[in-house]
């Protein structure tokens, strides 16, 4: 069995550096390091004091120490990991595209008042996890020992067991939102049309030089 630092060094370069961001500014956060109202998204001080970090590091924060934050992270490390390794192998460009496509993405959802929450981590995890259980639509998935069901309902079933337990329903709603947009733009309408109307940007390959 492979220590946790060999675990660590092969886990591919965006997932581990988005799992380990969200991670470092959790912890800031929890040991009183970082405020939370200084990264999280509210547009007022974005544009009339130029705080443009908050459109960043509000994804990074996924919750307070938790169970439901350990279970964050660990979607990171297996949903984000296996998309990577699986239909993005040798495509980290594509798979930072993505990312960055849906940060983008919620940014705008979260504008809408009804949509508007201070923290983007959860809703870009769910992002991840709609994207995943579209690759994987027939994998079987055990949810706390209690139900088994196909991948492809994964994200509302997560949806549900947050609402259930008191959790907010718009950063799954919006994580979801994203994901579709994306799969659409990306696999859906190409197959469908045969044109692909949303391509990785030539700027981001540097990135991954």
């Known amino acids: 069995m492979s220590s946790p630092a060999e675990y660590y060094k092969s886990l591919p370069p965006i997932s581990k550096a988005y799992g380990t961001?969200?991670?470092?500014?959790?912890?800031?956060?929890?040991?009183?390091?970082?405020?939370?109202?200084?990264?999280?998204?509210?547009?007022?001080?974005?544009?009339?004091?130029?705080?443009?970090?908050r459109l960043i590091t509000t994804f990074f924060f996924l919750g307070k120490?938790?169970?439901?934050?350990?279970?964050?992270?660990?979607?990171?490390?297996?949903?984000?990991?296996?998309?990577?390794?699986?239909?993005?192998?040798?495509?980290?460009?594509?798979?930072?595209?993505?990312m960055i496509f849906g940060a983008l993405s919620l940014l705008v959802l979260s504008a809408i008042p009804i949509?508007?929450?201070p923290f983007l981590g959860i809703s870009l995890v769910f992002m991840l996890l709609y994207v995943w259980s579209r690759e994987f639509p027939?994998?079987?998935i055990n949810i706390y020992g209690l139900v088994t069901l196909k991948?492809?309902?994964?994200?509302?079933?997560?949806l549900a067991m947050d609402v259930i337990f008191g959790a907010p329903l718009a950063?799954?709603?919006?994580?979801?939102?994203?994901?579709?947009?994306?799969?659409?733009l990306t696999v859906l309408h190409p197959l469908a049309t045969g044109n692909i109307?949303?391509?990785t940007p030539r700027w981001v390959y540097p990135y991954i030089a």
């Open 171 to 184: 950063p799954d709603l919006l994580g979801i939102i994203a994901g579709h947009l994306f799969y659409f």
């Open 115 to 117: 949509f508007w929450t």
């Open 138 to 140: 027939n994998a079987q």
């Open 65 to 98: 120490f938790s169970i439901n934050f350990g279970i964050r992270l660990l979607m990171i490390a297996r949903y984000g990991v296996q998309l990577e390794k699986g239909p993005f192998e040798r495509r980290t460009a594509d798979f930072l595209w993505m």
């Open 197 to 199: 109307i949303l391509r």
């Open 151 to 158: 991948a492809f309902y994964l994200p509302w079933a997560m």
């Open 21 to 53: 961001l969200c991670l470092v500014f959790t912890t800031a956060c929890q040991l009183g390091l970082v405020d939370l109202p200084d990264i999280a998204l509210i547009y007022k001080p974005v544009f009339s004091r130029f705080q443009v970090w």
